[in-house]
């Protein structure tokens, strides 16, 4: 875990910024020595969120098999796959 005081974000913002880049991760800033804000890159908060969305999918996927949705096999899914390709040739 990266912490980091507001003071040190407002005086020297590069050497935060390059840390965040460098590091992948979040850095916890804080106010008066207590939790302020959480900062990260672009692409560490990006692939965050992806893992998000992919958790949903499959909690989505996990309570539609708990419902009752249908399921196939592997060879079921090929045997699709290749009918729509076929039927596109």
Known sequence: M???SSTTLRNDY???????HEKQEPIYI???GE??????????????EE???????????E???QAGAPTY?????WDELE???NDKA
């Open 2 to 4: 990266i912490i980091k």
């Open 14 to 20: 590069p050497s935060i910024s390059n840390l965040a």
């Open 35 to 48: 939790g302020d804000l959480v900062l990260m890159s672009i692409e560490a908060f990006e692939r965050r």
């Open 73 to 77: 096999t592997i060879e079921e899914v």
């Open 51 to 61: 893992l998000v969305r992919l958790k949903a999918a499959l909690d989505e996927a």
């Open 63 to 65: 309570r539609e098999y």
């Open 30 to 32: 804080t106010k008066n």
């Open 83 to 85: 009918k729509i390709y």
